[in-house]
């Protein structure tokens, strides 16, 4: 079946990069996903990477797909107290249909 | 990107009664869908909004209970019946845009049922 799974906390200190890292089963999915969700808001799209990719950096963001084993992980480069959230994996099965992770909760310290 | 407006953005309703939320996209977008976040979790897909037809629901939703509206390729509506507590929760809207790769939110509408 369709299943996403990643941490559900994780802690750095501002200035450090922060990993998030994320697993899911379906090996269709065209494009794969990192969204944030702050407290009260809607989703944003952080970026996405295409299936066929290995890679993608974006500014301080930088995506990583491990297709072989189907593990995706976002790295944020010199996190800020701004960069406090939620962030979720998704993956496209289909269609431009989601099927999100639990979500991962970073707490930046000062 | 394409921009997308929810409303209400949040209400409390009493139970039994019906909510209608509204989903604008600036730009026409082949595909629009709702999702369910109940607190504390994640996101779970409602069903896909199909302008001229009837919206195809995921597996644990119905269409009496969630009637969606897609009457042309900006605008969707989805319905929250007959309310019960255990609906609270927030429910977005989302599009697709460019080529079919990005798929934008809305900001949510936050219901809480008493």
């Known amino acids: 079946g369709e299943d996403v799974e990643q941490s559900l906390f994780l802690s750095v200190r501002e200035g450090d990069s922060s990993v998030i890292n994320c697993t899911y089963t379906?090996?269709?999915?065209?494009?794969l996903y990192w969204y944030k969700q702050e407290p009260g808001a809607g989703l944003q799209l952080l970026t996405y990477?295409?299936?066929?990719?290995d890679m993608k950096q974006d500014q301080r963001l930088t995506v990583l797909l491990n297709k072989k084993d189907k593990h995706l992980s976002l790295r944020i480069a010199d996190t800020q107290t701004g960069d406090s959230a939620i962030y979720f994996c998704?993956?496209?099965?289909?269609?431009?249909?989601?099927?999100f992770g639990q979500g991962t909760e970073l707490s930046v310290k000062p | 990107s394409a921009v997308i407006s929810q409303k209400p953005s949040r209400d409390i309703c009493q139970r039994g009664t019906s909510l209608t939320i509204q989903c604008q996209v600036d730009?026409?977008?082949?595909?629009m869908f709702w999702y369910r976040q109940q607190p504390g979790q994640s996101l779970t897909l409602i069903a896909t909004?199909?302008?001229?037809?009837?919206?195809?629901?995921e597996s644990g939703f119905v269409i009496d209970k969630f009637p969606i509206s897609r009457p042309n390729l900006t605008f969707s509506t989805l319905t929250v019946s007959n309310m019960s507590p255990e609906d609270s929760s927030i429910y977005l809207c989302?599009?697709?845009?460019?080529?079919?790769?990005?798929?934008?939110f809305g900001s949510g509408t936050q219901l809480s049922v008493l």
């Open positions: 989302s599009a697709e845009s460019g080529q079919g790769e990005k798929l934008f």
């Open positions: 998704a993956e496209s099965p289909q269609g431009g249909k989601l099927i």
């Open positions: 909004a199909n302008q001229g037809s009837e919206a195809t629901y």
């Open positions: 730009s026409q977008v082949t595909m």
């Open positions: 990477i295409f299936s066929n990719m």
């Open positions: 379906d090996s269709s999915s065209t494009y």
